[in-house]
């Protein structure tokens, strides 16, 4: 709307622009049209008129445009939809008006709920929209939000295309993009919602209106479409669409066009709607057994439909009324006997797949054979699961495994079939299979993807205590996510301490770890608290020179410093080393690291002349042992340049760094946290040794990089930031001269050891 009305404003004035053009041409050839002298005075002064008129709408519209806040920069269309629509969809034209009804740009987000039973077409109702109105938004997304922990995944989701999606706008083609951490792209994917408003959003089965204000909140405009079965707490939110099931012309028309066969009976198709409750999954469920099914029709299908019980064994998801469940029941069983005539792999895999989450588990889990590809074929010709085939994730590679979805209606009525036994062989099977799925290094940035992809699978099937689960705990940590890691660790600790007790080395090495992502998520004290306590324990236990211990000894001297005590985190490496000299060796890469530490802190306490003498006696050892690029090595080589420049030597910490960001570049990537790092050094210490210019010319091309790689938010891009803005000002581009006591903070050691 506000395109059209910039745009007739300047078809306004291009037709006065054309009047005065013509007039002029009038005035021009008067002679040669021989007009008299009045006319030609009438004829300037028209146009003295006209020009007035044509510059104050000149200025109303330069006025108006200046008092138009200023559009964010334009950024790549990003769409994120999990599926395409249902070619066939009838009975929701009163709730599409409702939904194109919601009213554009003003205060606030735009929020609208979605409401009614499993089955009853909300997620389909939602898409149809989405892709609809694909041009109306700068970015659509989906994410599926059962739990808060699927929102942050399918938001740090949102992270990731977005920056990925800006990389590939350069000039010079696509850009290398390390994947980003899920806090950061968190971060970043919720700034760039809040700074703009031509977007929308979709939050698929929502369980608590109350899990999504944590980001609602944030927000200030968009559109943000929400699926759930509750029909309660929505008031604060936004408004209220009830799904009802279809009307009987609805349902008919529904099936017959999944049938797809001529001139059905309409009184058996009438009858069939009827008795599957008008239920829309159903409806096409059963329109797809028919369809699928040679000489089927609709009178044959009722008599099947018939002779199902239709029992259920056990509980359903709440929210559903017996009637939907025993529909889907009874479709279930009917097109249960068919399959296993046709195949009997596809009712092994259906049970098989109700064991896992209900949405995108990669078909390759269940297996990479013909036979298995064959199978998941057939069950989506009968729309008993839901098949995607996602796009590449960049252009040029291979494309993705294909995704499978199942209903969660139908997994319930599936798993109420079985008995205990049944369901315990089910879902060992299927424990098994994700396990084998799980990349063996969850650690290394290249197995992060298919880490995330099976996240949720390993939630809901995995024993808290499995190796499954320590995996995607390790691929949480890597990834940037502490807060979730700890929550998972928890749960993983209360496990091990039920099943092996409280002693067992592997409890204890779980209370280790779950005080580490404690800290990790920003709590210090609690970490260093928490491993204080263990470590009495683990003395008793393990006996105080066995490498766990150790371990521990050396992460409470890591938290004591962080926690704001450098001075101990000193006096702690400082004992532990002697004992690690003696347990494991000189030159064992652990003893290494407690060396770097002691530096570290040695440093820390106040002493950088003592901190950058043990690092030069340490850098040659480390070197030998492990590689002069090994993380370790560069990690201590970023210290003792830092330690340079606080000792006087601008100079040559300037050279130091630009040396090792090259490395970093090389090694690690262009955009990998630590070579953020070195650069950022870079531009400090080129400013120390008296380049101003170069240092505000060099923040100013980091910043950019940090808020994109990490978010606007995190520690390290507030610091890039400041240092810009300092920098600036010492250039003599800011409003005044900092002066000496502003300088202080930026001359100081910022507590960082390099790794």
Request: aromatic content about 4%.
């Amino acid at each position: 709307m506000r395109l059209w009305r910039a745009g007739r404003a300047r078809r306004i004035l291009l037709v006065l622009a054309v009047v005065l053009l013509a007039v002029g041409l009038a005035g021009f050839l008067a002679d040669a049209l021989g007009l008299p002298d009045d006319v030609l005075a009438l004829l300037d002064q028209r146009a003295s008129v006209i020009s007035m008129v044509i510059g104050l709408v000149g200025l109303i519209v330069q006025v108006r445009s200046s008092r138009r806040s200023p559009e964010p920069p334009s950024s790549p269309r990003v769409v994120g939809l999990p599926r395409p629509p249902a070619r066939r969809f009838v009975g929701r034209e009163r709730a599409l008006r409702q939904l194109t009804a919601a009213p554009e740009g003003g205060a606030g987000v735009v929020s609208q709920a979605i409401c009614g039973l499993g089955g009853i077409g909300k997620s389909e109702l939602a898409l149809q929209y989405a892709h609809a109105h694909r041009d109306d938004y700068e970015l659509i997304w989906w994410i599926t939000a059962e739990n808060p922990g699927q929102v942050r995944s399918g938001l740090a989701d949102l992270g990731r295309a977005l920056a990925a999606a800006t990389a590939c706008r350069g000039q010079n083609g696509p850009a290398p993009m390390p994947p980003l951490a899920d806090q950061d792209a968190h971060a970043y994917a919720l700034a760039w919602l809040a700074g703009r408003g031509d977007w929308l959003l979709v939050f698929d089965n929502v369980e608590d209106p109350y899990e999504l204000d944590p980001y609602l909140g944030r927000l200030e405009r968009g559109h943000v479409l929400i699926t759930s079965r509750r029909a309660i707490g929505w008031e604060a939110i936004g408004s209220l669409i009830s799904l009802p099931v279809l009307s009987a012309r609805e349902a008919m028309a529904l099936l017959a066009g999944r049938i797809g066969s001529a001139g059905p009976d309409v009184a058996h198709l009438h009858s069939l709607a009827d008795e599957l409750g008008f239920l829309p999954l159903a409806l096409v469920q059963a329109g797809g057994y028919i369809a699928s099914t040679p000489g089927m029709s609709v009178a044959e299908y009722r008599r099947l439909l018939a002779a199902a019980p239709g029992r259920m064994h056990a509980a359903s998801p709440a929210g559903e009324s017996d009637d939907d469940r025993r529909a889907i029941a009874k479709v279930w069983q009917v097109t249960r006997d068919d399959l296993a005539a046709r195949d009997p792999l596809t009712v092994d895999l259906l049970r098989l797949l109700a064991c896992f989450a209900p949405d995108d588990l990669p078909t390759n889990v269940l297996g990479e054979s013909v036979d298995v590809a064959e199978a998941v074929a057939l069950l989506a010709s009968y729309s008993m699961i839901t098949l995607t085939r996602p796009e590449p994730a960049r252009p040029g590679e291979a494309p993705e495994q294909p995704l499978v979805s199942m209903h969660r209606l139908v997994q319930a009525v599936i798993r109420a079939e079985l008995d205990g036994a049944q369901r315990r062989l089910l879902r060992e099977r299927a424990a098994r299979l994700l396990d084998a799925a799980l990349p063996a290094d969850p650690e290394r940035i290249a197995s992060w993807p298919r880490c995330a992809q099976l996240l949720p699978h390993i939630r809901t099937l995995l024993a808290p205590d499995s190796a499954g689960t320590a995996k995607a705990i390790q691929y949480l940590v890597a990834s940037g996510d502490p807060r979730t890691a700890h929550a998972w660790q928890l749960d993983r600790h209360a496990a091990l301490h039920t099943t092996r007790g409280p002693d067992h080395p592997d409890t204890l090495a779980a209370r280790h770890d779950l005080a580490r992502y404690r800290g990790k998520a920003g709590d210090a004290v609690a970490a260093r608290d928490e491993l204080a306590a263990l470590l009495p324990v683990q003395e008793r236990v393990q006996g105080p020179g066995h490498p766990q211990v150790l371990a521990t000894r050396h992460a409470l001297t890591l938290w004591m410093g962080k926690a704001g005590d450098p001075a101990a985190a000193r006096a702690g490496a400082a004992a532990l080393l002697p004992i690690r000299e003696r347990v494991l060796g000189a030159e064992h890469s652990d003893t290494l690291t407690t060396r770097h530490d002691l530096a570290y802190w040695t440093g820390q306490a106040g002493d950088p002349r003592s901190a950058r003498d043990q690092l030069l006696a340490l850098l040659p050892v480390s070197e030998r042992v492990l590689g002069p690029e090994h993380p370790h090595v560069l990690g201590s080589r970023h210290v003792l340049a830092v330690l340079l420049g606080v000792l006087g030597d601008a100079v040559a910490a300037r050279e130091q760094f630009a040396a090792l960001a090259r490395i970093r570049e090389r090694v690690q990537g262009p955009e990998h946290p630590v070579t953020l790092n070195a650069r950022h050094e870079l531009a400090r210490w080129a400013g120390e040794a008296g380049d101003a210019n170069s240092a505000r010319n060099q923040f100013a091309a980091l910043l950019p990089v940090r808020e994109r790689v990490q978010g606007p938010d995190h520690p390290d891009t507030l610091v890039a930031r400041d240092a810009l803005a300092y920098w600036e000002r010492q250039a003599g581009l800011g409003d005044s001269p900092l002066t000496e006591t502003e300088r202080v903070p930026f001359r100081q050691w910022r507590r960082r050891a390099g790794r």
